[in-house]
Structure formats: C-alpha cells, structure tokens
C-alpha cells in the first residue's frame, strides 16, 4: 500500500460540516465572554449581545443564551465575571441541507458542549 493515502475520500460530508460549525461558534463564545465583567442587572443585555454577536456567523440559524445569575460572586464593586459554568447555550447550525444543535451548560461541575441532534433536512 501507498504512503500516499489520499486516495481515499477524506471530504467531510454536510452533517460533519454541520458539527464543526457549530463546535466552532460554541468554543469562540466561550472564549471571548468569559471574564466580562457581568452583574445581575446586566446579564440580560449581555445574552442578548451573545446572541447577535454569534447570529451573525456563517450558518448559524438559531442561537439562545442564559448566564445564571445565581452563580455569581458579587465583588465589592457591585459585579461579578463572567463564568463559563454560567452558561446555558443552545445552537443550531445548517450546512447544506444539515442541521445541527449542540449546547453548552453546566454538567458535573464542568461547562460541557454537546451534540443534541444531528438530521439531514
């Protein structure tokens, strides 16, 4: 057998697509907002500023964010840093006729991102 193994075919197809764009967009989210600074009264103005920022990306067709106010440690300048393990986000993605959602939430004590589902449409 050849060295050369590009004879075989290496083509991502749409759905694999799919799931790297919206593992992508998760893992940029994640680390460009954690450590803004962020209160209570401020959490709704930011999830709303993460959703546009994101929506705006290449096949992105759905995106919903939640900070969970009740995990923040207020300083003793009124607010608190943005944490990954605040977050609730819930993505979809679509590729060529694949659709994609994926979420990134606190799991065991650990901001996780999955897959939810994957389906050609």
């Not at 401020?42 to 969970?68: C, F, M, R, W």
């Not at 207020?74 to 959602?101: H, W």
């Amino acid at each position: 057998m050849s060295a050369d193994k590009t004879d075989r075919n290496t083509t991502p197809d749409n759905k694999a697509q799919a799931v790297f764009e919206a593992g992508i967009k998760l893992g940029a989210l994640y680390h460009q907002w954690v450590g803004t600074p962020i209160s209570p009264k401020t959490a709704a103005s930011v999830e709303k500023a993460i959703e546009n920022a994101v929506g705006l990306q290449p096949y992105v067709t759905d995106i919903k964010v939640k900070i969970h106010t009740e995990m923040m440690a207020i300083n003793s300048f009124g607010y608190s840093e943005l944490a990954g393990k605040m977050f609730e986000v819930r993505i979809t993605t679509v590729y060529e006729g694949a659709k994609c959602v994926a979420e990134l939430k606190l799991e065991n004590e650990y901001p996780m991102m999955k897959i939810l589902s994957l389906e050609e449409i």
